[in-house]
């Protein structure tokens, strides 16, 4: 009888140990859990700080932004500098649509660029070259409007 109630004591503090290691496993999962969403938002900020360090960094494409905006003419070397920034642009915002919620996306931004003739015809060369489902997306709701 005494044998039987150690291994009892001993099977509900084993039970006990368990119990103990699960709760620690959520503990830590939800501690990772938020950990990699302070990341994801920090990458974020990183992706959102790129665009203007790219702009500040390169002087001729910040010369054919600022003529693009005063409606300037641009010369051929400068529209072919503007077309590979918006072929950026839209690799990662097709990043962004896969990765994000599409209440997440910035849409007012994407749709503002695309009314730019030079983002719309940068478009239209590059939409053969991303995802049809991102091209739905950006045309269903972006471009048409």
């Known amino acids: 009888m005494n044998t039987e109630k150690i291994g009892h004591w001993i099977s509900v503090i084993a039970n006990l140990g368990v119990l103990v290691g699960i709760i620690f496993l959520i503990v830590e999962i939800n501690q990772t859990n938020s950990l990699m969403q302070s990341?994801?938002?920090y990458n974020r900020v990183l992706l959102a700080l790129a665009g203007p360090d790219l702009v500040v960094e390169n002087l001729h494409l910040a010369t054919a932004l600022r003529k693009r905006n005063s409606e300037e003419e641009l010369s051929a070397d400068e529209s072919q500098i503007l077309d590979a920034y918006w072929t950026g642009n839209f690799i990662s915002w097709q990043w962004s649509w896969e990765e994000l919620d599409s209440s997440d996306l910035p849409v007012a931004l994407f749709s503002n660029s695309l009314r730019k003739g030079d983002v719309r015809?940068?478009?239209?060369?590059?939409?053969a070259f991303l995802k049809p489902g991102f091209v739905k997306?950006?045309?269903?709701?972006?471009?048409?409007?």
């Open 39 to 41: 990341e994801e938002r």
């Open 121 to 127: 015809a940068s478009w239209e060369r590059q939409r």
């Open 137 to 145: 997306f950006m045309e269903d709701r972006l471009v048409e409007q």
